[in-house]
Nanobody, 124 residues
């Protein structure tokens, strides 16, 4: 299993970024996917998840209305569109493979494989 995140970088408050996670080594369309983040000096936290078909999605309260998770099963890629970014969104963002394809889980325990992460920094 290989997960490669991209799209991170430095953005000003109020700006947008789109993260991508390219997956390989497994049947992508058969698994839920998720995004987590780890702010500096803090624990890793749930951001968003999506079931195998995209019909079920979950977003953390702190990002709801600003971030949107999506996936393209033909391209084996999951995305995180991030709008209205704020300094508190600064973190390393990780994508992960979920164990239950039907749901959109939110616990780290429900994910088996993780990418290396991509840095997102929101600062003026």
């Amino acid at each position: 299993v290989q997960l490669v995140e991209s799209g991170g970088g430095l953005v000003q408050p109020g700006g947008s970024l789109r993260l991508s996670c390219a997956a390989s080594g497994f049947t992508f369309r058969s698994y839920a996917m998720g995004w987590f983040r780890q702010p500096p000096g803090k624990e890793r936290e749930f951001v968003a998840s999506i079931n195998w078909s995209g019909s079920v999605r979950a977003h953390a309260g702190s990002v709801k209305g600003r971030f949107t998770i999506s996936r393209n099963n033909d391209r084996n890629t999951v995305y995180l569109q991030m709008n209205s970014l704020q300094p508190e969104d600064t973190a390393i963002y990780y994508c992960a493979v979920g164990r239950d394809y039907r749901s959109a889980p939110s616990r780290e325990y429900d994910f088996d494989y993780w990418g290396q992460g991509t840095q997102v920094t929101v600062s003026s």
